[in-house]
């Protein structure tokens, strides 16, 4: 049974830093891309970041493009995906997903509020 089960999250005051990360099992982690998806209040789904199952090959939103990180280590079998410079319109729920989909996390809220 796939699992994707995410930690992390909170409250940050705008320009400050959140880590989010997402324990995979039951899947072979190590040939398959990761994403992360995040959906605000009263808006639709909005994909975020994207890493390849090569690990080398990754992407971003323009929204998120050089302040968020993703990264996966294929030993522990998480993905995460370091968030900085926060802004007020990242409050939002998170969700890990696989590849670009098929499964997903349990979701983690990120409020970025002064």
């Known amino acids: 049974e796939v699992q994707l089960v995410q930690s992390g999250g909170g409250l940050v005051h705008p320009g400050g830093s959140l880590k989010l990360s997402c324990d995979a099992s039951?899947?072979?982690?190590?040939?398959?891309?990761m994403s992360w998806f995040r959906q605000a209040p009263g808006k639709d789904l909005e994909w975020v970041s994207m890493?390849?199952?090569?690990?080398?090959?990754?992407y971003y939103s323009d929204s998120v493009k050089g302040r968020f990180v993703i990264s996966a280590v294929n030993a522990d079998n998480t993905v995460s995906l370091q968030m900085d410079s926060l802004k007020s319109e990242d409050t939002a729920v998170y969700y890990c997903?696989?590849?670009?989909?098929?499964?997903w996390g349990q979701g983690t809220q990120v409020t970025v509020s002064s």
């Open positions: 039951g899947f072979n982690f190590n040939m398959s891309g």
């Open positions: 997903a696989k590849g670009a989909g098929a499964h």
């Open positions: 890493i390849d199952s090569t690990r080398g090959h990754i």
